[in-house]
């Protein structure tokens, strides 16, 4: 099963270092597989360059789909780290 949510990225350095670090973690340690779409650019959660690639600032929305499942579960946990600011 595929869940997707869109969300605001409120991280003050958007999804750049630490954010993305913090990010990637967190999606590495869930049991879906997470991508994040931003515009035409969809990269894997899991990845840290892949997320500082994708450019995305303070105030984007993005959409973030889990598949697998604990799509539902895995899905609220990366838009809470998301809409937190994850750390930053």
Do not use: F, W, Y
Request: one cysteine or more.
């Amino acid at each position: 099963m595929i869940l997707t949510a869109d969300v605001e990225v409120t991280s003050r350095s958007g999804l750049h270092a630490r954010p993305a670090a913090t990010l990637a973690k967190l999606a590495g340690r869930v049991s879906s597989s997470v991508t994040l779409r931003s515009g035409e650019k969809t990269v894997n959660a899991a990845s840290v360059l892949g997320l500082i690639s994708a450019g995305i600032t303070q105030g984007q929305t993005v959409t973030v789909a889990c598949e697998g499942e604990d799509a539902e579960k895995d899905l609220a946990e990366i838009v809470a780290a998301i809409e937190s600011g994850l750390g930053d």
